[in-house]
C-alpha cells in the first residue's frame, strides 16, 4: 500500500514537472533561431539539389574537381533533409519521433565526416597536380576515394543511432509507463542519453580528434609542404596553379569557420538538457553557423564558376604534333590557364 502511494505521488510529480516545462515554451532566441535554422536549411537544400543536378545532366563527373563537389553538395543536402523537419518540429514545440531524433544526429555526423575528408582529398588532390604534375590522377580514382570517404562515413557514425533519445529509459517508472507509453517513442527533446554518460565524453573526444583536428593537420602539412618548395619550377607552377590555391583556400576557410565553433560547442555541451546553459546557448549559435557552410560553399562555387562545373573535352584528333607537345611540355600563362590544372589543361581543346 504504501509503495503504490509513494509511486503515485512520482507520478503526480513528474506529471508537474513534465507540465511546467510544457507552459514554459521557448525563449525568443531559441524560436529565432529554429526558424533561422529553417530558412538557412531551405536555402542550402535548393542550391546544392540544383548543383547535383547541373552536374549529374550535364554529365560533370569527367573532371576531379566535379567529383569533390559533388560530394560536398551531396553532404550539405543530406544534412539540410533531416535537419528542416527537426528544427520545425523544435520551432512548434511539438512532439518528435525518436526515429527523427536518431536520424537527425545521424545525417548530421555522416555530413560532418564527409566534408572533412573530401576537403582533406580535394586539397591531396591538387597540390599534388602541382608537385607532380606528370602523375594523372583520374577521376575514376577519386571517385573510388570519395565513395571510401562516404563508406567511413555511414559505418563509424552509427553510435550516433544509440546514444541519441528522447526518453532516458532508466528514469521512467513502469506505472508511467503504463499511462502513457508513448513517452518512449514521442518527445519534445533529443539528447544524449544518460545511460551512456560514461561514453559520451569518451566518443565526443574522439569526434573532435578524427572530424576536425586530424583533417586541419593534414592540411596544414599540406599547405606547409607546396609553401617550402617555392622555387624553381615548383615556383613558377605555383604562380600558374594560383587560381586553383586560392579556391582551396577558400574552401578551406569555410570549413574552419563553420566547424570550429560547432566542434567546440558539441564538446562543451555534450549532452546537456538545460537551453538555458551557457554552453547550451552557444552549441545553437554554433549550429546555426554551421548550417550556412552549404550557403558559403555555394558562393564559392560560383565565385570560381569558369574552374568548378566545367566539362572535359579530349584534344581532337585534328590538332598537330607541334600543338599537342606544346600542350604537354609547357606550362601555360598565368592569365590563360583560367585555373585548370596542367593535368586538366590536357583533356582540353
Known amino acids: 500500500m504504501l509503495n503504490m502511494n509513494n509511486s503515485s505521488i512520482n507520478v503526480n510529480v513528474t506529471s508537474s514537472n513534465i507540465s511546467e516545462e510544457d507552459e514554459k515554451g521557448l525563449d525568443g532566441y531559441q524560436y529565432s533561431l529554429f526558424v533561422a535554422n529553417i530558412v538557412i536549411c531551405l536555402l542550402n537544400l535548393t542550391g546544392n539539389i540544383c548543383v547535383l543536378v547541373l552536374i549529374c545532366q550535364r554529365r560533370l563527373l569527367g573532371r576531379t574537381t566535379n567529383v569533390f563537389v ?20 523544435l520551432a512548434l514545440e511539438r512532439d518528435m519521433s525518436v526515429y527523427l531524433c536518431k536520424g537527425y544526429f545521424y545525417a548530421l555526423c555522416i555530413s560532418r565526416t564527409a566534408v572533412s575528408y573530401t576537403v582533406i582529398l580535394l586539397t591531396t588532390e591538387k597540390i599534388l597536380n602541382i608537385l607532380h604534375p606528370s602523375r594523372f590522377i583520374t577521376a575514376g580514382r577519386c571517385m573510388f576515394f570519395i565513395s571510401l570517404v562516404w563508406f567511413f562515413s555511414v559505418a563509424y557514425n552509427v553510435w550516433t543511432v544509440v546514444f541519441y533519445t528522447i526518453y532516458d529509459y532508466d528514469k521512467i517508472t513502469y506505472i508511467e509507463y503504463m499511462m502513457d507509453s508513448s513517452k518512449i517513442l514521442y518527445g519534445k527533446k533529443c539528447f544524449f542519453s544518460h545511460r551512456f554518460k560514461a561514453l559520451r565524453g569518451i566518443f565526443l573526444t574522439i569526434d573532435f580528434v578524427m572530424l576536425f583536428i586530424l583533417p586541419c593537420a593534414i592540411i596544414a602539412i599540406e599547405f606547409c609542404v607546396i609553401l617550402r618548395k617555392q622555387h624553381g619550377t615548383i615556383k613558377q607552377r605555383f604562380e600558374t596553379y594560383y587560381y586553383i590555391m586560392r579556391f582551396i583556400f577558400f574552401i578551406f576557410l569555410v570549413y574552419i569557420i563553420c566547424h570550429l565553433p560547432f566542434e567546440i560547442g558539441t564538446l562543451v555541451k555534450g549532452g546537456t538538457r538545460d537551453p538555458n546553459e551557457i554552453s547550451g546557448i552557444f552549441y545553437e549559435m554554433s549550429l546555426t553557423l554551421y548550417y550556412t557552410r552549404g550557403v558559403l560553399y555555394l558562393i564559392v562555387y560560383m565565385y570560381f564558376k569558369q574552374y568548378v562545373c566545367r566539362r572535359s573535352r579530349r584534344l581532337n584528333a585534328s590538332n598537330s604534333g607541334h600543338q599537342i607537345n606544346r600542350i604537354y611540355l609547357e606550362l601555360p600563362v598565368r592569365g590563360q590557364c583560367r585555373g585548370l590544372s596542367l593535368n586538366e589543361l590536357r583533356l582540353m581543346k
Do not use: E, R
Not at 71 to 84: E, Q, R, W, Y
Open 70 to 89: 559533388f560530394s560536398l553538395a551531396m553532404s550539405d543536402a543530406i544534412c539540410c533533409v533531416a535537419a528542416i523537419p527537426y528544427n520545425a518540429m
